[in-house]
C-alpha cells in the first residue's frame, strides 16, 4: 500500500479478499492503520471529508479497499459511511453480505427513499448506501441535481464518506464525481496495472480537477510472515506527451 507521492514510507499488503477485522494478520491491520493515518493527514480541517477510491483498470483492487478503508475508519468511533457508486458493476454489498438493492441509483430516480435503502452494519461501526438496481445510464444519474442535493445532506451527518467509484480509463464517472470529493486514492495493482493507464488515469483526474491525495499499491509480493515493506517506485518515467 504505497500512499502520498512524496512519502517515502510504503506499506505494502496483499489483497486478501477478506474483510478487515480485528482478527485479521497483524500485517494488515497495520497496513490499513497506516493508510488511514495517512488520509487524516492528508485531509486535514472541519467539515465531513468525501474520499473517492478509485483505479485504472477494472480488477486493480478497489472495491476491497473501499471496504477495508472505510472498516478502518469505523474502528476509530467516527461516523462512517460507504458508497458503491460503481454503478456499472457493483460489488461492494457482495463483499460486506448485504443486499445490494434497493441503493443509490434507486434513490436517485426516486423509487427509494435513503432510509430504505441505508445498512447498519453495527459489528464494523459503519453505514453502507449499496448502488442500486444498475442504471441504464449511470453518467446521467451522477450528473443530476438530486445527487448533489444528496452529497450535501449525508455530509451533515457524517465525518467520513468514502465512495467506491469506477475505474477512471474505461468510464467517466470517477471524474464526474471529482466536484464532491476531498481527494482520490488510485489503486495500482503489482504486475498487472500498466503505467500507461496510470499516466491516462491522472490526466483525466486533473482535466476534472480532482486531488489525488495518493496510491495503494496492491497485490505487492509479501515476505515470509505474509507482508513486507519496502520503499516503491516506479522504474519507468511518465510525462503528458508520452
Same mark, same amino acid.
Given at each position: ?27 494488515? /491491520? ?80 426516486? /423509487? ?32 443530476? /441535481? ?57 490526466? /483525466? ?38
Amino acid at each position: 500500500m504505497a500512499f502520498g507521492r512524496k512519502n517515502k514510507h510504503r506499506a505494502v499488503v496483499s489483497e486478501t479478499k477478506q474483510i478487515l477485522t480485528d482478527k485479521s494478520p497483524w500485517g494488515i /491491520q497495520e497496513a490499513y492503520k497506516t493508510l488511514r493515518t495517512n488520509v487524516l493527514f492528508s485531509l486535514t480541517g472541519s467539515g465531513c471529508k468525501v474520499i473517492g477510491m478509485t483505479s485504472s483498470l477494472p480488477s486493480d483492487g478497489k472495491s476491497i479497499n473501499s471496504v477495508n478503508l472505510a472498516l478502518s475508519f469505523g474502528q476509530l468511533g467516527k461516523r462512517v459511511l460507504l458508497i458503491d457508486c460503481d454503478l456499472r458493476k457493483p460489488t461492494v454489498a457482495s463483499k460486506l453480505r448485504i443486499k445490494g438493492t434497493p441503493g443509490l441509483s434507486d434513490v436517485l430516480v426516486g /423509487q427509494a427513499k435513503i432510509g430504505d435503502c441505508m445498512h447498519r452494519l453495527s459489528e464494523y461501526g459503519i453505514d453502507v448506501l449499496p448502488s442500486g438496481r444498475i442504471p441504464p445510464d449511470s453518467t446521467w444519474l451522477l450528473q443530476s /441535481q438530486r445527487l448533489e442535493v444528496l452529497i450535501e445532506e449525508l455530509k451533515k451527518v457524517y465525518e467520513y464518506i468514502i465512495i467506491d467509484l469506477p475505474p477512471v480509463t474505461t468510464v467517466a464517472d470517477a471524474s464526474i464525481m471529482s466536484k464532491y470529493c476531498n481527494g482520490f486514492i488510485v489503486v495500482v495493482r503489482h504486475n498487472s496495472t500498466d503505467i500507461r493507464a496510470v499516466g491516462s488515469t491522472l490526466d /483525466q483526474l486533473q482535466r476534472a480537477k480532482a486531488r489525488v491525495i495518493g496510491f495503494i499499491y496492491n497485490d505487492a509480493p509479501t515476505g515470509h510472515g505474509g507482508y513486507y515493506r519496502y520503499s516503491y517506485k516506479y522504474k519507468y518515467k511518465y510525462t503528458q506527451n508520452e
